[in-house]
């Protein structure tokens, strides 16, 4: 149980590209998605968390007109890495959970590495 | 405000060899423990939790991990490994809304 699907897992793509990325939760209901990235040798990142039907709350220093993230339903949220640029190129996951709160364990997706040229 | 260290970056040990993983936290709040594996192009899988009760917690494949508030310590213990649990280990500490990672320890099993 608790598979969280991440959509694509690969995206390679030319600079001013807008790449969006999925999130399902398939056997669950995600009241929250956690988006995160993660840059070689570094720990996961947090960039934003979001809650279904609400805007998505941004870590500090996170350009939210950047990174637009979308939770419409409880088993969907979606990444737009929008006008993307080399330095965009990351390894992005996002995870899942059912609530909240610290103590829901969070369900992660595969990931997806994103490479603009 | 939370943190976590992991020290060591990367261990490597024989098959078949016990191996302890270490993570310590700090946190001014009730604290939620968490350890996670992450294979080659793959997301976290999560192994075990520490949410309260028992401070001895067992997961998933005979992982096991201790909660020592003393010493803010998790660490990570298995008493005989596989070289398919070659991977990266990733500690995490709950105590809001969010979590805060580690940077992890690769664990390299060698045959």
């Known amino acids: 149980g608790a598979v969280v699907s991440q959509h694509p897992s690969w995206v390679i793509c030319k600079s001013g590209t807008s790449v969006k990325i999925e999130c399902r939760s398939l056997?669950?209901?995600?009241?929250?998605m956690f988006w995160y990235r993660q840059f070689p040798k570094q720990s996961l990142m947090l960039m934003a968390t979001?809650?279904?039907?609400?805007?998505?709350?941004?870590e500090q220093g996170v350009e939210k007109d950047k990174f637009l993230i979308n939770h419409a339903s409880l088993t969907l949220s979606t990444l737009t890495v929008t006008s993307a640029h080399p330095e965009d190129s990351s390894f992005y996951i996002c995870?899942?959970?059912?609530?909240?709160?610290?103590?829901?364990?969070?369900?992660f997706g595969d990931g997806t590495r994103l490479s603009i040229l | 405000a939370q943190s976590v260290t992991q020290l060591d970056s990367q261990v490597p040990v024989f098959e078949e060899a016990p191996v302890e993983l270490r993570c310590n936290y700090s946190?001014?709040?009730?604290?939620?423990l968490f350890w996670y594996v992450q294979y080659p192009n793959q997301g976290l899988q999560l192994l075990l939790k520490?949410?309260?009760?028992?401070?001895l917690v067992k997961g998933i494949n005979g992982f096991e991990a201790e909660f020592n508030k003393s010493q803010t310590s998790f660490h990570l213990r298995k008493p005989s490994v596989h070289i398919s649990y070659t991977a990266e280990y990733c500690c995490?500490?709950?105590?809001?809304?969010?979590?805060?990672f580690g940077t992890g320890t690769r664990l390299k099993v060698l045959a």
């Open positions: 995870s899942a959970s059912e609530g909240p709160q610290a103590n829901q364990p969070q369900h």
């Open positions: 056997d669950f209901q995600a009241t929250t």
């Open positions: 979001s809650n279904e039907g609400s805007k998505a709350t941004y």
């Open positions: 946190s001014s709040v009730s604290v939620y």
């Open positions: 520490y949410l309260s009760g028992s401070t």
């Open positions: 995490a500490v709950g105590g809001t809304y969010k979590y805060i």
